[in-house]
């Protein structure tokens, strides 16, 4: 599994963690999202005199919200086997989300995109509003790019899939607690790198201020094609070409064919 970052982030791996031997979790029932909700916070970061001015970290506080109460309760089994988290509430509706999420504000929330008859993402969109220092993990079944691309641009800190290991799911959480931005799936990982490249060749042929026809001009200009020859492929004459050309050099600030394929290339534009 590889972790990214969006672009402009470096890339860096997450390395499944060996897990280390426990006895088995007792089988107490898990707490209802109610009663969770009034949990006392953890007293762990409280200096002990007996130990001078040591401090333990305070665990990750982890909010989940499913649908599915078999995966509430596996993230509840999984995630409280480690010292350094502590589940703080489940939700497994849209509004009960938002209601746990404002009144314990976690370090992060689990967040399915189909959440009952609640569009996840969208309560993502409302989470960053009203806790914007909860970093928002969407875990789902979904690779789909409309999913993907949407939770991008909402600013979504993880998207991982449900098909995820645990020994790849922790150290990925703990990754986003961080402060970085992980996708679980090299699928997804060049999805939003195509979409990225996509929108950089947009942004410069805003900035260019070439016509997509102008753009394909300067295409057949790289492919050796001469005027006559374009005016040919449009149905032109060849004055209409070269007062085409004259426009694309005046806006790429050149001066002569060569130089403004050169400078299309350099800006991605071809």
């Known amino acids: 599994m590889t972790s990214a970052f969006l672009p402009s982030?470096?890339?860096?791996?997450?390395?499944?963690?060996p897990q280390p031997a426990k006895d088995a979790a007792p089988g107490a029932e898990m707490a209802e999202a109610s009663a969770m909700a009034g949990k006392a916070a953890s007293p762990a970061g409280?200096?002990?005199?007996?130990?001078?001015?040591?401090?333990?970290?305070?665990?990750?506080?982890?909010?989940?919200?499913?649908?599915h109460e078999i995966v509430r309760r596996g993230l509840y089994t999984v995630l409280s086997e480690q010292e350094d988290f502590e589940v703080v509430g489940q939700a497994g509706t849209g509004s009960m989300a938002i209601t746990l999420a404002i009144q314990l504000q976690p370090d992060i929330i689990i967040l399915d995109i189909l959440l009952g008859a609640s569009n996840g993402l969208d309560i993502a969109q409302q989470l960053q509003r009203g806790c914007p220092r909860t970093r928002i993990v969407i875990l789902t079944g979904y690779s789909d790019e409309a999913h993907l691309f949407r939770a991008m641009r909402i600013?979504?800190?993880?998207?991982?899939?449900?098909?995820?290991?645990i020994s790849e799911l922790l150290p990925a959480l703990r990754s986003v607690h961080s402060g970085e931005r992980v996708i679980s799936e090299?699928?997804?990982?060049?999805?939003?790198?195509?979409?990225?490249?996509?929108?950089?060749?947009?942004?410069?042929?805003?900035?260019?201020?070439?016509?997509?026809?102008?753009?394909?001009?300067?295409?057949?200009?790289?492919?050796?094609?001469?005027?006559?020859?374009?005016?040919?492929?449009?149905f032109w004459s060849e004055v209409t070409v070269k007062r085409k050309m004259q426009d694309i050099y005046r806006k790429l600030s050149?001066?002569?064919?060569?130089?403004?394929?050169?400078?299309?290339?350099?800006?991605?534009?071809?």
């Open 186 to 234: 090299p699928r997804a990982i060049t999805q939003v790198l195509g979409e990225f490249e996509r929108l950089t060749k947009e942004q410069e042929r805003i900035r260019s201020g070439l016509t997509d026809l102008e753009i394909e001009l300067v295409r057949l200009a790289a492919e050796g094609c001469s005027n006559k020859e374009i005016a040919a492929r449009q």
């Open 155 to 165: 600013g979504v800190h993880g998207y991982l899939q449900k098909s995820l290991p």
């Open 9 to 17: 982030h470096r890339v860096i791996p997450v390395v499944p963690e």
């Open 46 to 67: 409280i200096p002990d005199a007996s130990r001078g001015t040591q401090q333990v970290a305070m665990p990750i506080r982890v909010l989940i919200a499913d649908d």
């Open 254 to 270: 050149v001066t002569d064919r060569a130089q403004a394929v050169a400078e299309a290339m350099r800006m991605g534009l071809i």
